[in-house]
């Protein structure tokens, strides 16, 4: 397990013979060959159980990060999710969505949640493909008290959102197409007449959500920059067309704006904090990326469908492993850049291996790495485009805002 973590770890596209080199750490001398001929299922159950295991683990630093914003909740919680395509020999393992997208008879749908705080990550759980959102398997984890809860729209369901007010938690999330609107006095509103002419305008209403059982909320407006609409209406169109569907004139219209919901008091959120919450949310999302991008998560040189999983599992277990150092060693830090952190773990992660074969003392190995990721590991401070810690500091969005009434 520790030469297919670390060697993967160092080399996400290691070879049989760099993964033969790795075992060596551990005073281990083994083949190629027999590297090869451990690629079987029983290795790939014993993978995903360590997985399983390690994500069960609570981890999350000692002192929340000091941010203003978010001493205000007890835990501001992000959930996201990713899908990883596996080749279709593995469909009665891992279901993926068929239908009219081609080569996905087989995926694997990774769910997280992060608490921005003190960093502590749910997941990665994993489900097949198929599975919505709504249906996630972390749904089944308790409301943290007095937490904020910020989904994207795969995640909006009114009946969630009322059990979390009721455990004590709010939500904040982008309002779903076509959901009913009320007064507070119960009349139906017309969106499209109470939207924001300007850019950077903010309006602000308190509104009835959901046709049936009504749910009070706060329903937030902005009209966005034209390149911003611009962006979001190709990156619609982009996914649509990459899953064989359409977007409607509506939606394509409707992405001049951010339209907002929350159930979170003003006295505890204002909006344009809620908007810099959001944006927050959106450098999350490159939690994916970069597992994707760097630690090449999705990707492999082999035919073989069990090195495919053996190798997917491995290197889950190495981001899961680096995430854990991030939060206890550089999570304090508002600035801390994700990328340059990592670099360190891909640099000296060797170390961990060599203390857990009792080639040197693990205490030694932590120091190294807890050193390293104080040092040099921050964002770039921007005046033109302030980074995202710099904006939560600041509580303010990249643009002029104004009120309209």
């Given at each position: 397990?520790?030469?297919?973590?670390?060697?993967?770890?160092?080399?996400?596209?290691?070879?049989?013979?760099?993964?033969?080199?790795?075992?060596?750490?551990?005073?281990?001398?083994?083949?190629?060959?027999?590297?090869?001929?451990?690629?079987?299922?029983?290795?790939?159950?014993?993978?995903?159980?360590?997985?399983?295991?390690?994500?069960?683990?609570?981890?999350?630093?000692?002192?929340?990060?000091?941010?203003?914003?978010?001493?205000?909740?007890?835990?501001?919680?992000?959930?996201?999710?990713?899908?990883?395509?596996?080749?279709?020999?593995?469909?009665?393992?891992?279901?993926?969505?068929?239908?009219?997208?081609?080569?996905?008879?087989?995926?694997?749908k990774l769910h997280t949640?992060?608490?921005?705080?003190?960093?502590?990550?749910?997941?990665?759980?994993?489900?097949?493909?198929?599975?919505?959102?709504?249906c996630s398997p972390l749904?089944?984890?308790?409301?943290?008290?007095?937490?904020?809860?910020?989904?994207?729209?795969?995640?909006?369901?009114?009946?969630?959102?009322?059990?979390?007010?009721?455990?004590?938690?709010?939500?904040?999330?982008?309002?779903?197409?076509?959901?009913?609107?009320?007064?507070?006095?119960?009349?139906?509103?017309?969106?499209?007449?109470?939207?924001?002419?300007?850019?950077?305008?903010?309006?602000?209403?308190?509104?009835?959500?959901?046709?049936?059982?009504?749910?009070?909320?706060?329903?937030?407006l902005l009209r966005v920059?034209?390149?911003?609409?611009?962006?979001?209406?190709?990156?619609?169109?982009?996914?649509?067309?990459?899953?064989?569907?359409?977007?409607?004139?509506?939606?394509?219209?409707?992405?001049?704006?951010?339209?907002?919901?929350?159930?979170?008091?003003?006295?505890?959120?204002?909006?344009?904090?809620?908007?810099?919450?959001?944006?927050?949310?959106?450098?999350?999302?490159?939690?994916?990326?970069?597992?994707?991008?760097?630690?090449?998560?999705?990707?492999?040189?082999?035919?073989?469908?069990?090195?495919?999983?053996?190798?997917?599992?491995?290197?889950?277990?190495?981001?899961?492993?680096?995430?854990?150092?991030?939060?206890?060693?550089?999570?304090?830090?508002?600035?801390?850049?994700?990328?340059?952190?990592?670099?360190?773990?891909?640099?000296?992660?060797?170390?961990?291996?060599?203390?857990?074969?009792?080639?040197?003392?693990?205490?030694?190995?932590?120091?190294?790495?807890?050193?390293?990721?104080?040092?040099?590991?921050?964002?770039?401070?921007?005046?033109?485009?302030?980074?995202?810690?710099?904006?939560?500091?600041?509580?303010?969005?990249?643009?002029?805002?104004?009120?309209?009434?």
């Open positions: 397990m520790q030469t297919l973590v670390f060697g993967f770890w160092q080399h996400p596209h290691a070879s049989l013979e760099q993964l033969a080199s790795t075992a060596q750490v551990r005073a281990v001398c083994v083949s190629d060959t027999a590297i090869h001929d451990r690629f079987t299922e029983q290795t790939a159950q014993l993978l995903r159980a360590v997985l399983e295991e390690m994500s069960a683990v609570v981890v999350q630093a000692a002192q929340p990060v000091p941010l203003k914003l978010l001493r205000r909740f007890g835990a501001v919680v992000y959930e996201e999710s990713s899908t990883i395509v596996l080749p279709d020999t593995l469909a009665t393992l891992w279901q993926g969505c068929g239908g009219s997208q081609q080569h996905t008879q087989s995926a694997v949640r992060w608490e921005l705080k003190r960093g502590r990550l749910w997941g990665p759980k994993l489900t097949h493909g198929r599975t919505s959102d709504r749904n089944q984890e308790p409301t943290v008290a007095d937490s904020l809860f910020i989904g994207d729209l795969g995640y909006f369901s009114l009946p969630r959102i009322r059990e979390r007010k009721a455990a004590g938690g709010s939500t904040l999330t982008r309002l779903q197409a076509q959901t009913a609107l009320f007064t507070a006095q119960g009349e139906a509103l017309v969106l499209p007449l109470i939207l924001p002419k300007q850019v950077g305008q903010l309006k602000e209403l308190e509104v009835q959500v959901g046709s049936r059982a009504r749910h009070p909320m706060r329903l937030l920059p034209k390149e911003v609409g611009d962006k979001r209406r190709k990156d619609l169109l982009e996914d649509a067309r990459r899953r064989g569907q359409t977007v409607s004139q509506e939606t394509l219209w409707l992405a001049d704006w951010t339209i907002l919901v929350t159930d979170a008091p003003a006295t505890r959120l204002r909006l344009e904090e809620a908007l810099v919450l959001l944006r927050e949310r959106w450098q999350r999302e490159l939690l994916f990326k970069w597992w994707k991008q760097h630690a090449q998560v999705d990707e492999w040189h082999t035919a073989n469908p069990w090195r495919m999983l053996c190798e997917l599992y491995a290197k889950l277990i190495g981001v899961l492993l680096q995430h854990w150092l991030i939060v206890l060693f550089a999570w304090h830090d508002p600035q801390r850049s994700l990328v340059k952190l990592a670099q360190v773990y891909r640099a000296v992660g060797g170390s961990i291996m060599e203390a857990l074969g009792g080639f040197r003392s693990l205490r030694s190995a932590m120091r190294l790495i807890q050193r390293r990721m104080r040092s040099g590991c921050q964002m770039n401070t921007r005046r033109a485009h302030p980074n995202s810690a710099q904006l939560l500091e600041a509580q303010a969005v990249e643009w002029a805002l104004t009120w309209c009434e």
